[in-house]
């Protein structure tokens, strides 16, 4: 059931907005021209396999990796051209780790597959379910809003789901392309939305929309009125007001318990470029392989937003907004509050919503003054946690005790350093327990796993030893049996004739 006046969250934290470099910039689609590095590993779950070698040449659109079994999406051409390499380059995060990677050489004749599904013409109630989720999956959609997670599972989960909520927050600083999208691609944002309701079952579905975007509010409620669409419906303007739990909770007024997932309330929860990219899938038969991206921030000359293609790299893109007028203090994968410091030659992925160069004066390090319990981090928290006590713990390598207290709740938004007056590295203590957690389960089931192989080891000598002990009686039998027939066989001795001669003389 959705509320007729929307509720306010507790805590969150008013961010300055910083958005009117690129807010009435329009969208602007890019050509892939330079070496593109595709990742196998754009979303959560398991990277896909490769489906072409190197030297080969690939049409736009046509399927480049397969998902792996299980948690995975398909991964698809940007543009046409010849594949250099099979490789790993650095992912869009700080620590720079490789994943694995197609190496790309666009041929600028951008030519589509042949192979692309037709497109499905018909309303969305008169379709299949099974066969919009199965196009969503063709088409490796993840979701757009960051998370990555595969949209196929969420349309296909079976879960009884009642109602469908699009995200279309955009709350955090710097970023305006899902403004602009919600802005000038409307019509596809409503019919991908009742696209993804088909698939789900929903009766209702909503699209909550930061009341600071005016202009994407009318947009999105004129193409509902053509076409019979969703409730569009302003929320506050809050940081984290996008984050799942809470926007579930500022349209239903129901709260998702702890360590359950919206889908156990009967709720699903997807971007609005999800739903954009589920119209292009059904509608026009495109996989994903391009995606908006704000490029914006203090060092960039030219801000702006930009339909990039998959696996440009960060460098090319900035050079596509005038390039950096300043060496940047820190360039960003996404937006400032959750956004990850990535190197400039990791690519765009499905999962990278902006490229945010900030210089040294729209940055506050870390200083990691003491605690002065002053209790804003508390009332800054949209969890109700208690973040200087869960850092404390952290901190003093109490990861078991900051678990106890909520680290897992945490949704590491970055309230509670925004606001701290010591600038403590609050986050950054939050990511170091989680890692160490993480950690001890992998020791753990490392350790079980070589428990169970050491079991599996010993029953097997066990088995192997009866085994033998057993073949080595079946011989002694067989022997025995054997001795047994051949004397059964064997003609009785004769009697040696006595000699009558000698039996009279004795």
């Not at 959705?2 to 009435?24: D, M, N, W, Y």
């Not at 409730?231 to 303007?237: E, G, R």
């Not at 996008?242 to 359950?260: D, F, M, N, Q, W």
Request: with cysteine; net charge neutral; glycine share 10%.
């Amino acid at each position: 059931m959705l509320l007729s006046k929307p509720k306010i969250i507790r805590g969150g934290v008013r961010t300055e907005p910083r958005k009117q470099p690129t807010a009435e910039s329009p969208l602007e689609p890019l050509r892939a021209r330079q070496r593109l590095y595709v990742s196998l590993a754009q979303h959560i779950g398991a990277p896909a396999l490769p489906a072409v070698a190197p030297g080969e040449h690939v049409t736009k659109g046509q399927r480049i990796g397969t998902p792996e079994a299980g948690l995975s999406a398909a991964v698809h051409a940007p543009t046409s051209g010849r594949v250099v390499a099979v490789d790993r380059h650095p992912a869009p995060h700080p620590s720079g780790l490789t994943v694995p990677t197609v190496v790309l050489d666009p041929d600028g004749e951008e030519q589509w597959s042949e192979t692309l599904p037709e497109p499905l013409t018909a309303p969305a109630r008169q379709i299949d379910p099974a066969t919009i989720a199965a196009r969503v999956g063709e088409a490796g959609i993840v979701g757009m809003g960051g998370a990555a997670f595969p949209a196929a599972v969420k349309l296909g989960a079976g879960q009884p789901v009642a109602t469908l909520i699009l995200n279309g927050g955009e709350c955090e600083p710097y970023l305006t392309c899902d403004d602009r999208l919600m802005r000038e691609r409307a019509a596809g944002i409503i019919d991908g939305a009742q696209l993804m309701a088909r698939a789900l079952g929903a009766e209702r579905t909503a699209i909550g929309v930061e009341d600071n975007k005016p202009e994407a509010i009318h947009a999105l409620r004129r193409a509902s009125d053509a076409l019979g669409g969703p409730d569009v419906v302003p929320v506050p303007s809050l940081w984290p007001q996008g984050s799942e739990k809470h926007l579930i909770y500022t349209l239903t007024g129901r709260e998702v318990p702890a360590g359950a997932r919206a889908g156990d309330i009967g709720v699903v929860v997807h971007n609005v470029g999800t739903a954009y990219a589920v119209h292009r899938a059904a509608r026009h038969g495109r996989p994903l392989i391009s995606r908006p991206v704000t490029v914006g921030g203090g060092a960039v000359a030219e801000p702006g937003n930009f339909e990039a293609p998959l696996g440009l790299p960060l460098q090319a893109l900035i050079e596509q907004a005038g390039g950096l007028r300043e060496p940047p203090a820190r360039v960003l994968a996404g937006g400032p509050m959750m956004g990850q410091v990535a190197p400039l030659e990791a690519a765009v992925a499905k999962g990278t919503n902006g490229v945010i160069a900030l210089t040294a004066t729209e940055i506050r390090e870390a200083e990691g003054r003491p605690c002065i319990r002053c209790g804003r981090c508390v009332d800054a928290c949209p969890m109700g946690l208690m973040p200087f006590d869960i850092a404390n713990r952290a901190a003093a390598g109490d990861v078991d005790g900051a678990a106890a207290t909520g680290l897992m709740d945490c949704l590491t938004c970055g309230s509670c350093a925004y606001v701290c007056p010591s600038a403590r590295p609050l986050v950054q203590l939050f990511h170091y327990a989680r890692g160490q957690l993480a950690e001890q389960a992998t020791a753990k089931q490392r350790s079980e796993l070589q428990r169970r192989m050491a079991e599996q080891r010993a029953e097997r000598q066990r088995r192997e030893q009866e085994r033998k002990k057993a073949a080595a009686a079946a011989r002694r039998k067989q022997r025995a049996q054997q001795k047994a027939a051949s004397s059964e066989t064997d003609p009785p001795a004769q009697e040696q004739p006595v000699d009558e001669e000698k039996e009279t003389q004795t």
